[in-house]
């Protein structure tokens, strides 16, 4: 065990390493999501009404744009996965004796840890979108995108993988992770959508992440009909984190 979490644990150091000698991935990471917010917030924030609670979409649109944080770091770490294995360091990993699950345990941390600092980073935000926080509701956000953080860097170290280029690997981002994002109630309410898109809604795992964290920023108050409960939305978070690390550990362990 001990052998286990020392593997882990500099792999998990490495990520950090590399992200403070490359603080240009802060700009990519945490910029394109505020001009994000911003400017979308900004440009409906007089259209639009959040089921009746009044706020407006600054405000309804600030914990999508956390979790666009989060998926955005999500991707540039897994990013390294492609990297690693054309300089040949990945190899040199694969060989030692440990086992895989330590391997995806460390890149999977080390990237959750970027995610989850870069996004409690826009929390001091908030005010500006009219929304108060305080030290309960700070630690609850930080358990919850701590979560969503190694379910989506999960999830991207599996599709990074199987990857020979970081072109593919961006294509099949785009494909997969960008709408996984839309399609979760983040940037518009699921009561106004037609019924498909609802019922995709409903299926998709990062959309309890949100509602979550919604819900801790605004303490039970829902915003809009039909959004899961907390309970829900933290154990299906919780099983989605599961399943993402099982899946991704599996597929490394394969020759």
Request: aromatic letters at 12%; hydrophobic letters at 55%.
């Amino acid at each position: 065990m001990r052998n286990y979490f020392l593997a882990a644990e500099t792999l998990w150091l490495r990520e950090i390493v590399r992200f403070v000698r490359q603080r240009n991935r802060i700009v990519g990471a945490l910029g394109t999501p505020l001009l994000f917010w911003l400017i979308i917030g900004s440009g409906l924030g007089r259209s639009f009404q959040a089921g009746g609670s009044g706020g407006g979409y600054l405000e309804y649109f600030f914990p999508g744009t956390l979790a666009l944080i989060v998926l955005f770091t999500a991707i540039f770490s897994t990013i390294s996965i492609i990297e690693d294995r054309q300089v040949g360091f990945l190899q040199s990993v694969l060989v030692a004796p440990v086992p895989r699950s330590a391997v995806t345990l460390g890149k999977i941390m080390g990237a959750t840890t970027l995610a989850v600092l870069q996004a409690l980073m826009f929390l001091a935000l908030a005010p500006i979108a009219g929304i108060s926080l305080d030290l309960q509701k700070f630690f609850g956000l930080a358990g919850v995108l701590t979560m969503m953080g190694f379910s989506l860097s999960a999830l991207g170290y599996l599709i990074a993988w199987r990857m020979e280029s970081t072109q593919g690997f961006h294509a099949i981002m785009n494909l997969l992770l960008i709408p996984l994002w839309l399609l979760s109630g983040a940037l518009f309410p699921p009561s106004g959508a037609p019924g498909w898109i609802r019922g995709i809604i409903r299926a998709n795992p990062l959309t309890y992440g949100i509602a979550a964290v919604r819900q801790i920023l605004f303490w039970g108050n829902r915003m809009e009909s039909g959004l899961p409960s907390l309970a829900a939305s933290l154990a299906v978070s919780a099983l989605f984190c599961v399943a993402a690390f099982i899946a991704t550990t599996l597929v490394a362990g394969k020759r």
